[in-house]
């Protein structure tokens, strides 16, 4: 019977274990809500400021209409047949990219607060230049020779995500003229942006291309794109932001990143970067495709806490049998006796140290809230340790250990592309060290021997009764 009480033990603070994953499961319950109120924090500011941007642009947009003459065969009343000759007028819509653009793009980046959230907000000072070329156009007259082709007004385009961002453009310079935008880029399928009403253009005295260049603020939140819809694009930007992630179909061909910011610069052909899908769902009135195919950047947080602080509870259940495990062995090699009471106590300190880095790092960087935290679970659980071991040695021993592996723990949160494989050695580590440390045990004869100091200590001779006569 008494081998069996040892096992019953064990049985008891495995089962312990096993509840304080309850509250492991609603720490990462707390972090997912905590995100989410984030999330509702960026979707506020995004309700007085504009979104994600995306630019996309100029588009240049000639409508033309064909006369021909159809010849058709019609029957008189008495079913004699005779050829007629009627006049068909068919309008469409021919849109070209640029031959060239350039985009000098200057972004400049703050904080926006919403309670204890920041998110991040830029205004981008944004110079177009480029030239259009009318091959296209020469083109379609080629092929409709034979017919009356007139040409409409022409119209420029310019598509963003968000129509709130726009904030004050300069007049678009063309062929040296000027033209005044309006909002609305005019186009079907898509309506944020803005447009400007250009001359009519003469076939008979057409260039092979017209330059044109503006200015443009735009402003925005958390991301910006450019979509590169020309035959050679070429994007160069500077931004104050120091930690961009780029994104899109394309990295940058050459990006600086210092503590003040970054530069970075995108190029790309008809050849690297083909939109004809795209120019083809705008001839078939999906014009919002132009914006799908960009390159740009997010104004990344250097520092996400939350996915910090959930890796860092995806550890909690090592610490607790680590450090349960260590409890045990000074069980019996100390013949000691420890509570389950205890062990529950020792646990919900553990996780207590979660808690308190996940509040914490709302407030402060991760690495002060993690320090502090990981002070005050060691400074607590290393005097509880003293107290229950019956030795303050043992107790600045384990609370020792326990900080050593805090800080192994935020090596191994810091280390992203390498954290998993640090975890799997980390725990490698700890099971080679426990498995050759107690190899020479004889667990059966610790066990036996601790069930004869509890039972000594249960039951203790009666104390001895004098004898009188009566």
Known sequence: MKNYRFAIKLLLIGFIMFLLF????????????????RQSAYDSIQQSWPGAQTIAGPILSIPYQITRLVK????????????????????????????TLQV?????????????????????QLQLSGAFSFEALQELAQLYKDN?????????????????????????????????????????????????????????????????????????????????????????LHANWPHPKF??????????????????????????????QSLNDCAQGQCSSLLNRAVGFDLLQPVDVYQQAERSVKYAVLFIILTFVALVLFELLKQL????????????????????????????DFLRAYVVAALASVGLLTVYFGAILKST?????????????????????????????????????????????TRHFDWYALAASMAD??????????????????
């Open 393 to 437: 040695r043992l107790g600045l021993i384990l609370g020792a250990s326990l900080a050593l592996l805090y800080a192994v723990l935020y090596g191994i949160l810091q280390a992203e592309d390498n954290a998993l494989l640090l975890g799997s050695l980390l725990l490698f580590v700890m099971l080679a060290v426990l498995m050759l440390s």
């Open 247 to 276: 994104t899109g179909e394309l990295l940058p061909e050459t990006r600086t990143i210092t503590e003040q910011g970054f530069e970075a610069q995108w190029k790309a052909t008809s050849f690297s970067y083909n939109v004809t």
């Open 148 to 236: 009356e082709l007139k040409l409409g007004i022409s119209e420029i385009a310019i598509l963003v995500s968000d129509q709130r961002g726009i904030n004050a453009p300069s007049a678009f310079t063309w062929g040296g003229n000027t033209y005044a935008f309006k909002p609305s880029n005019n186009l079907p399928g898509s309506s944020a942006g803005m447009h400007a009403k250009l001359n009519s253009l003469d076939l008979q005295a057409l260039p092979s291309s017209i330059p044109f260049s503006l200015q443009l603020e735009l402003r925005g939140m958390a991301s910006m794109n450019y979509a590169l819809l020309a035959e050679a694009s070429e994007v160069k």
């Open 72 to 99: 058709e065969t019609i029957k008189d009343k008495d079913g004699a047949e005779r050829e007629i000759s009627k006049r068909v007028v068919e309008s469409d819509v021919l849109r070209i990219i640029p031959k």
């Open 337 to 364: 006796r420890i509570h389950p009471i205890q062990y529950i106590l020792v646990g919900l300190a553990l996780i207590m140290f979660y808690l308190l880095l996940i509040s914490l790092s709302e407030h402060f």
């Open 104 to 124: 000098a793009s200057t972004l400049n980046s703050e904080l926006r607060y919403r309670g204890i959230y920041e998110v991040p907000v830029y205004s981008n």
């Open 22 to 37: 309850i509250p492991q499961a609603m720490l990462m319950g707390l972090i997912s809500e905590r995100a989410g109120w």
């Open 453 to 470: 100091t509890k039972t000594s200590e249960i039951i203790k001779p009666l104390p001895s009764v004098e004898k009188h006569d009566v």
